[in-house]
Antibody, heavy 117, light 112 residues
Framework: EVQLVESGGGLVQPGRSLKLSCLAS????????MNWIRQAPGKGLEWVAS????????YYADTVKGRFTISRDNAKNTLYLQMTSLRSEDTALYYC??????????WGQGVMVTVSS | QITLTQQAESLWVSPGEKVSITCRAS???????????LSWYQQRPGQTTKALIY???IRTDGVPTRFIGSGSGTEFTLSIEDVQPEDIALYYC?????????FGAGTKLELK
């Protein structure tokens, strides 16, 4: 069974950093591209970043470019999102999702990030 | 970037009825391979987001046949025939033709 479990969220002050993790199981992690998607409270979904299976291709939404870094460790079956210079508008539930090409076939439950002083 | 418009924020439906959710793209989602890069997702409280349809009309594994995706170019529809109580959820469309990938604003299906 495919499982994606996010962790690392919490309350953080504006300007600080936080690193999210997504532990994958039930499939060969190194064969799939992965994505981070977020959802602000009461709002819709926003794609944040994507990374190819071998980390060769990485893309970001303009809203996070230069502040967030997506990475992966295929040996640990884990996807990461390093978030720096956090802003109140980054407050959201962050999901990791597997890309199976051209759509996102499995999603995690999400981890909450709250940016507030 | 490509904008996806889901006109209806909410739709009210009774069990057994048919409902259609539309998604309009600001440009064609047809790629040179002849496929449309439009997918549909369902969000229910307490459950992981579920992929329902990809390439505009292909159901993902295990999705009931009452979920039907249709459309082409810039206009797409997710139809649910014989709505069941468990179909009450939020529905989003997503384009993966060009980055940044973009979602529609979502349509909430509610019981009459």
């Amino acid at each position: 069974e495919v499982q994606l479990v996010e962790s690392g969220g919490g309350l953080v002050q504006p300007g600080r950093s936080l690193k999210l993790s997504c532990l994958a199981s039930g499939f060969t992690f190194s064969n799939y591209g992965m994505n981070w998607i977020r959802q602000a409270p009461g709002k819709g979904l926003e794609w944040v970043a994507s990374i190819s299976s071998s980390s060769s291709y990485i893309y970001y939404a303009d809203t996070v470019k230069g502040r967030f870094t997506i990475s992966r460790d295929n040996a640990k079956n884990t996807l990461y999102l390093q978030m720096t210079s956090l802003r109140s508008e980054d407050t959201a539930l962050y999901y990791c999702a597997r890309r199976a090409p051209y759509y996102f076939d499995y999603w995690g439950q999400g981890v909450m990030v709250t940016v507030s002083s | 970037q490509i904008t996806l418009t889901q006109q209806a924020e909410s739709l009210w439906v009774s069990p057994g009825e048919k409902v259609s959710i539309t998604c309009r793209a600001s440009q064609s989602l047809l790629y040179t391979d002849g496929k449309h890069y439009l997918s549909w997702y369902q969000q229910r409280p307490g459950q992981t987001t579920k992929a329902l349809i990809y390439h505009a009309s292909i159901r993902t594994d295990g999705v009931p046949t009452r979920f039907i995706g249709s459309g082409s170019g810039t206009e797409f529809t997710l139809s649910i025939e014989d709505v069941q109580p468990e179909d009450i959820a939020l529905y989003y469309c997503l384009q993966t033709l060009k980055k940044p990938y973009t979602f529609g604003a979502g349509t909430k299906l509610e019981l009459k």
